[in-house]
């Protein structure tokens, strides 16, 4: 009989053939151990404790500064982008809140030299007294109610019991009315760690009750340090250029930068990775072709931009990718134009450094400002858009088109040279009295470089010195040297209703070129100041300061006139003729009182002096009284 309980025959691999093994002793090969599961570099280089986070230098300061005088908070909340380190910073703050190192430290510290008593079960998030909740799964009351309900127990093992609850703005409006009053006054031993990403939606009342820190964007300088002290570790050869469009693109999350490096490596060949197939993996163009492009548009080159957007397309880039890349060139040169030492950053090749400042002295801010419109919304056309490559070439055509528009300062004066506006500028060749330096053009190509259109945006610089005294003056608008001349004025504009009301409302206080002070009358609409700062701009084109002045008590010009009037009908009365013929007619009345120059039907001049009729002076009496007319 064979006995059962024997363990079965071993079966030895043959060296040569690969067989079964024939029963030879001493030739069984040494058990090998299973490789380890990959890490991901997101899960391998997560820090550990608060010297190894980056650039959060604040939130750091101002932890230690607390845990060192003992005031640590219930309650924290962590705001920020995805991947900047929120639910890391919670688990490092866990470890703090529980360090303990048997005869060196046991209390709260930031200070963590080596791994403590409940370190390693913490960071592998595996400690039972550290519970981690996804709010986006447990949204409800009853889970507050087992968190409220669990916290009155001491911690099993650790020092406290910490809650990490991670995307917290996910939770119901029940579940956090029911967190309130434990969150306010929590057990001694219970500590409250929040993360979300969309600090908004959590109530007032739940922030009012932690100590808030918002994680800030990593910096390109440093992500990009941080990608290559990785490399290092990882005996990964990676160019600069590779890191600094890795940071780019990750726009300041390190997971995301660390994902996008995990996989540059696994694009690459050989332990390496280059800018070429980073742009590759991520659909990216070259950068200098892109400028090639933006130069092209603002030309007003427009068959050779679409021909460059054409083999762009067909080299794999994405049309709404490369429009995205055109508004970021387009960004870069206006923030280079108008701050220049904005441009020294980490992320910005040499190349495009040194163009994009080219570019900054040579254009003007009405066709950046416009490009960027036109860019942004051509985005959201080729993201809809059932042809995204059509879509993005009407987008640049729209661009050349724009950017060969003069300006409004350009346009105006031409029209005060005696021209018309033309629809496009003159061509950068054409005559000038000024040396016309050489237009910038596209990197070097197989096509020739050829000068910038007519009508480019990109034009030369304007004539100086002698050229600008050939240039016939704009016409000078109306000299107003009295308030009584911006009244004539707006009656000479046809403008019946604001002469009237100068006339009828205003108060004035003090009159100088450029500058109006008055009061307005009880019942005078307060938008005069307004409207006539307005009307005086459009019609003398300066900028008056209209103000309004508390107290004047100057007559308005109205009252003035009517005070005149009273005074010449009273010194006519008075005359000796007049008055006999006031006697002759009861009931006759002085209607005007006019020189003999004065046309019969116009009313006497606003600032003519008050004074009796003399013997020129004629006084037209009404006589009708009953049947009698004189």
Same mark, same amino acid.
């Given at each position: 009989?064979?006995?059962?309980?024997?363990?079965?025959?071993?079966?030895?691999?043959?060296?040569?053939?690969?067989?079964?093994?024939?029963?030879?002793?001493?030739?069984?090969?040494?058990?090998?151990?299973?490789?380890?599961?990959?890490?991901?570099?997101?899960?391998?280089?997560?820090?550990?404790?608060?010297?190894?986070?980056?650039?959060?230098?604040?939130?750091?300061?101002?932890?230690?500064?607390?845990?060192?005088?003992?005031?640590?908070?219930?309650?924290?909340?962590?705001?920020?982008?995805?991947?900047?380190?929120?639910?890391?910073?919670?688990?490092?703050?866990?470890?703090?809140?529980?360090?303990?190192?048997?005869?060196?430290?046991?209390?709260?510290?930031?200070?963590?030299?080596?791994?403590?008593?409940?370190?390693?079960?913490?960071?592998?998030?595996?400690?039972?007294?550290?519970?981690?909740?996804?709010?986006?799964?447990?949204?409800?009351?009853?889970?507050?109610?087992?968190?409220?309900?669990?916290?009155?127990?001491?911690?099993?093992?650790?020092?406290?019991?910490?809650?990490?609850?991670?995307?917290?703005?996910?939770?119901?409006?029940?579940?956090?009315?029911?967190?309130?009053?434990?969150?306010?006054?929590?057990?001694?031993?219970?500590?409250?760690?929040?993360?979300?990403?969309?600090?908004?939606?959590?109530?007032?009342?739940?922030?009012?009750?932690?100590?808030?820190?918002?994680?800030?964007?990593?910096?390109?300088?440093?992500?990009?340090?941080?990608?290559?002290?990785?490399?290092?570790?990882?005996?990964?050869?990676?160019?600069?250029?590779?890191?600094?469009?890795?940071?780019?693109?990750?726009?300041?999350?390190?997971?995301?930068?660390?994902?996008?490096?995990?996989?540059?490596?696994?694009?690459?060949?050989?332990?390496?990775?280059?800018?070429?197939?980073?742009?590759?993996?991520?659909?990216?163009?070259?950068?200098?072709?892109?400028?090639?492009?933006?130069?092209?548009?603002?030309?007003?080159?427009?068959?050779?931009?679409?021909?460059?957007?054409?083999?762009?397309?067909?080299?794999?880039?994405?049309?709404?990718?490369?429009?995205?890349?055109?508004?970021?060139?387009?960004?870069?040169?206006?923030?280079?134009?108008?701050?220049?030492?904005?441009?020294?950053?980490?992320?910005?090749?040499?190349?495009?450094?040194?163009?994009?400042?080219?570019?900054?002295?040579?254009?003007?801010?009405?066709?950046?400002?416009?490009?960027?419109?036109?860019?942004?919304?051509?985005?959201?056309?080729?993201?809809?858009?059932?042809?995204?490559?059509?879509?993005?070439?009407?987008?640049?055509?729209?661009?050349?088109?724009?950017?060969?528009?003069?300006?409004?300062?350009? $346009? #105006? =004066?031409?029209? %005060?040279?005696? @021209? !018309? /506006?033309? *629809?496009?500028? +003159? &061509?950068?060749?054409?005559?000038?009295?000024?040396?016309?330096?050489?237009?910038?053009?596209?990197?070097?190509?197989?096509?020739?470089?050829?000068?910038?259109?007519?009508?480019? $945006? #990109? =034009?030369?610089? %304007?004539?100086? @010195? !002698? /050229?600008? *005294?050939?240039? +016939? &003056?704009?016409?000078?608008?109306?000299?107003?040297?009295?308030?009584?001349?911006?009244?004539?004025?707006?009656?000479?504009?046809?403008?019946?209703?604001?002469?009237?009301?100068?006339?009828?409302?205003?108060?004035?206080?003090?009159?100088?070129?450029?500058?109006?002070?008055?009061?307005?009358?009880?019942?005078?609409?307060?938008?005069?100041?307004?409207?006539?700062?307005?009307?005086?701009?459009?019609?003398?084109?300066?900028?008056?300061?209209?103000?309004?002045?508390?107290?004047?008590?100057?007559?308005?010009?109205?009252?003035?006139?009517?005070?005149?009037?009273?005074?010449?009908?009273?010194?006519?009365?008075?005359?000796?003729?007049?008055?006999?013929?006031?006697?002759?007619?009861?009931?006759?009345?002085?209607?005007?009182?006019?020189?003999?120059?004065?046309?019969?039907?116009?009313?006497?001049?606003?600032?003519?002096?008050?004074?009796?009729?003399?013997?020129?002076?004629?006084?037209?009496?009404?006589?009708?009284?009953?049947?009698?007319?004189?």
């Amino acid at each position: 009989m064979t006995d059962e309980t024997a363990p079965p025959a071993r079966e030895i691999a043959s060296p040569g053939l690969g067989l079964p093994g024939l029963g030879l002793p001493g030739l069984e090969p040494a058990p090998t151990a299973a490789p380890s599961p990959y890490r991901v570099l997101a899960r391998k280089y997560r820090p550990a404790g608060f010297e190894d986070l980056i650039g959060q230098d604040a939130m750091v300061r101002t932890l230690a500064n607390s845990f060192a005088a003992n005031r640590v908070h219930q309650a924290y909340i962590l705001t920020g982008v995805r991947g900047v380190g929120k639910t890391t910073t919670a688990r490092i703050l866990a470890r703090a809140f529980n360090y303990s190192l048997p005869g060196k430290i046991d209390h709260p510290s930031v200070e963590m030299p080596e791994l403590g008593v409940h370190c390693q079960a913490i960071i592998e998030s595996r400690h039972v007294d550290v519970i981690e909740m996804d709010a986006a799964s447990h949204t409800g009351i009853d889970d507050m109610r087992e968190i409220i309900e669990n916290a009155r127990y001491r911690p099993v093992s650790a020092r406290t019991k910490v809650y990490i609850i991670d995307e917290v703005h996910m939770l119901s409006k029940a579940a956090f009315n029911g967190l309130l009053k434990t969150l306010e006054e929590p057990p001694e031993h219970v500590k409250f760690l929040f993360a979300t990403t969309e600090i908004e939606k959590v109530p007032v009342t739940v922030r009012s009750r932690c100590i808030r820190f918002d994680l800030k964007r990593i910096e390109t300088e440093l992500m990009v340090a941080h990608l290559g002290k990785i490399c290092a570790l990882e005996a990964i050869t990676a160019e600069p250029e590779a890191l600094a469009l890795i940071a780019r693109v990750a726009e300041g999350s390190v997971r995301d930068a660390l994902s996008l490096l995990d996989q540059g490596i696994a694009h690459g060949a050989a332990g390496r990775v280059e800018a070429a197939d980073i742009r590759a993996m991520l659909g990216l163009s070259d950068r200098s072709e892109v400028i090639d492009l933006f130069v092209h548009a603002m030309a007003g080159e427009i068959a050779p931009a679409l021909d460059l957007i054409g083999k762009l397309h067909l080299a794999g880039a994405d049309p709404a990718e490369l429009l995205i890349e055109l508004a970021e060139f387009c960004h870069f040169v206006t923030r280079a134009k108008l701050t220049p030492g904005g441009i020294n950053d980490a992320a910005i090749s040499e190349t495009e450094r040194r163009r994009g400042g080219e570019l900054a002295a040579r254009l003007a801010l009405g066709p950046l400002t416009r490009a960027w419109q036109i860019l942004i919304k051509g985005v959201e056309d080729v993201k809809t858009s059932p042809r995204p490559l059509a879509s993005a070439e009407m987008a640049l055509i729209r661009l050349a088109f724009a950017a060969d528009l003069p300006t409004p300062e350009d $346009a #105006l =004066r031409r029209l %005060a040279e005696g @021209g !018309d /506006a033309p *629809a496009r500028l +003159a &061509p950068i060749g054409a005559a000038s009295p000024a040396p016309v330096s050489a237009p910038i053009s596209a990197a070097p190509s197989p096509r020739p470089s050829a000068s910038l259109s007519e009508g480019a $945006a #990109l =034009r030369a610089p %304007a004539p100086q @010195g !002698d /050229a600008l *005294a050939k240039r +016939a &003056p704009a016409p000078p608008g109306p000299r107003l040297a009295r308030f009584e001349d911006v009244v004539a004025l707006a009656r000479a504009k046809r403008d019946i209703r604001m002469a009237t009301a100068l006339e009828a409302e205003v108060r004035l206080a003090r009159f100088e070129p450029g500058r109006v002070e008055f009061s307005l009358v009880e019942g005078a609409s307060p938008d005069l100041v307004q409207a006539l700062s307005r009307r005086l701009a459009e019609w003398t084109g300066e900028r008056w300061m209209v103000t309004l002045a508390a107290g004047a008590s100057a007559p308005t010009l109205r009252e003035a006139a009517n005070a005149r009037r009273d005074e010449r009908f009273g010194g006519a009365g008075e005359h000796p003729v007049v008055r006999k013929v006031l006697e002759r007619f009861p009931g006759a009345k002085i209607v005007d009182v006019r020189g003999p120059d004065a046309a019969a039907v116009e009313p006497p001049a606003p600032a003519a002096p008050a004074s009796a009729p003399g013997d020129d002076d004629v006084a037209y009496i009404d006589a009708r009284d009953d049947n009698d007319e004189l």
